[in-house]
């Protein structure tokens, strides 16, 4: 039995590209990134074939399980493992737009509405001070959170991100902002996240 093949519920989004006037930050979002005849196949491919795996984090005093399941390629993988074709086809997309190359990508699968990311700011070791994140997204709609670490009477932004839907946050924006992605009550299907980035070494520009 196939579970969660449920792509043709998946919407996308009708907002095109769009840059987002906030202080301290570059963000900019591309609706439909991805048709919705690629967004199916690569949200099918990467449910299905990726090895997804618990991982456990600190929280406060003690140790708990991430409400969300994980994969990483690239830097700092031991095992060596080789990326799938469709990782690199994504891979190639979003540096041919963003003109950037990545060498690791971290996948997250929120199997429902019990998964999800508290406020956070990115910690991997980045060869650029200001760490670029070009996060795409496959299957349900989540809404993506940023709040401002110290301008706190700047309004929280709520971005909606689409099955297909590219995002990127490049610049000081991961400096001055945290985002989440919240828990939700209502009854969602898988959403998969990925997540390219810069470690170690130079960061280099196509």
Sequence with gaps: MILFDDTALFTQGTGG??????????LMLIDNFFSKEESDRYYNSLLH??????YEMPMYDKVVTAPRMVAWYGA????????PAELLEI????????????????????RNGKDGVAWHSDK??????????????????????????????????????????????????NSFWEHQVPKTARDVLPRINLTFRQVGGPNLVL
Excluded at 17 to 26: C, G, H, S, V, Y
Excluded at 49 to 54: D, G, I, L, S, Y
Excluded at 99 to 106: C, K, M, P
């Design 76 to 83: 700092n993988d031991k095992t060596g493992k080789e990326w």
């Design 91 to 110: 891979r190639e997309r979003v540096q041919k737009e963003t003109q950037i190359q990545f060498n690791a990508v971290l996948l997250n699968l929120y």
């Design 17 to 26: 590209k769009k840059t987002f006037d906030l202080p301290d930050a570059d």
């Design 49 to 54: 074939n990726t090895v997804w795996h618990e």
């Design 124 to 173: 991997t070791p980045s060869s650029n001070k200001n760490m670029i994140i070009a996060s795409v997204t496959f299957g349900e709609t989540r809404l993506f959170r940023l709040r401002h670490k110290s301008l706190k009477n700047i309004p929280q932004v709520e971005i909606p991100l689409h099955h297909g839907t590219f995002l990127l946050m490049a610049g000081s924006t």
